[in-house]
């Protein structure tokens, strides 16, 4: 999957992500968002915004920049949240993940909900989202991860080979995830009806070195 077929991907659901996607994982965002914020004045990015389904579960004494690789989804949000209303959201920019456009050390947290399973190089993702916190900053993923066994790993395993179709991969695995990362997260829960997703809790070394951030341990 690259990153053509993302855009072409949430261009199709943009229309209908609200209806499909929206409340049946709405739990994990709001776990999501309040893991990510610590205090008051916090500047927050989140990745792959998408149509802003989070936005509203923010307190308004934090700023949160939002960024999309897909204008159709981030023109949904920016008519929802730009405005009077939601005066904590600061910015929704079409940028790539992989390429982050702000200077490094510049949130003091980053959250990415369902998205390190569409976007094309998770470790691209990841690399950019140490680059551009702070030290110590919490770093959380939300995401589905492919199951060990059962039904659902048959089903995953059938729907794998049309991951550019779906715009997902619905075998992204776990383990291979939190090598890219380097690190072990310092807390997983389980979210959504019945736990199918998991909400990672990382936090950025406080001393920064290696290209990801990680200090080697996992
Ligand atoms: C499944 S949607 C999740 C949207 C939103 N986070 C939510 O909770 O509903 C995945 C989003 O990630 C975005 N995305 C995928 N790859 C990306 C990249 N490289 N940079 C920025 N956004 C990306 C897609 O355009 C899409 O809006």
Same mark, same amino acid.
């Given at each position: 999957m690259n990153l053509e077929d993302v855009r072409k991907s949430y261009k199709f659901y943009a229309p209908i992500y609200d209806l499909v996607f929206g *409340? %049946?994982? /709405?739990e994990g965002r709001r776990r999501a968002v309040e893991a990510v914020c610590r205090a008051p004045g916090? *500047? %927050?990015? /989140?990745i792959g915004v998408g149509t802003g389904r989070s936005l509203r579960y923010y307190k308004p004494d934090v700023e949160v920049t939002?960024?999309?690789?897909s204008p159709e989804m981030l023109e949904r949000a920016r008519k929802r949240y730009l405005s009077d209303r939601y005066p904590h959201v600061k910015a929704l920019l079409k940028m790539d993940a992989q390429e982050l456009e702000f200077p490094d050390n510049s949130f003091d947290g980053a959250v990415a909900m369902y998205v390190a399973s569409v976007v094309p190089d998770p470790e691209a993702m990841v690399r950019e989202m140490h680059r551009v916190c702070k030290p110590g900053a919490p770093f959380v993923i939300l995401n589905h991860f492919a199951s060990d066994r059962g039904v659902f790993r048959q089903v995953e395993r059938r729907f794998a080979p049309l991951s550019r179709r779906l715009g997902f991969r619905p075998d992204f695995c776990l383990n291979q995830f939190v090598a890219t990362v380097g690190r072990a997260p310092a807390k997983v829960s389980r979210v959504n009806l019945g736990g199918y997703w998991k909400l990672l809790e990382f936090r950025v070394p406080n001393e920064k070195n290696g290209s990801n951030g990680s200090n080697g341990h996992a």
């Open positions: *409340r %049946i994982v /709405e916090d *500047r %927050i990015l /989140e939002g960024i999309d690789v």
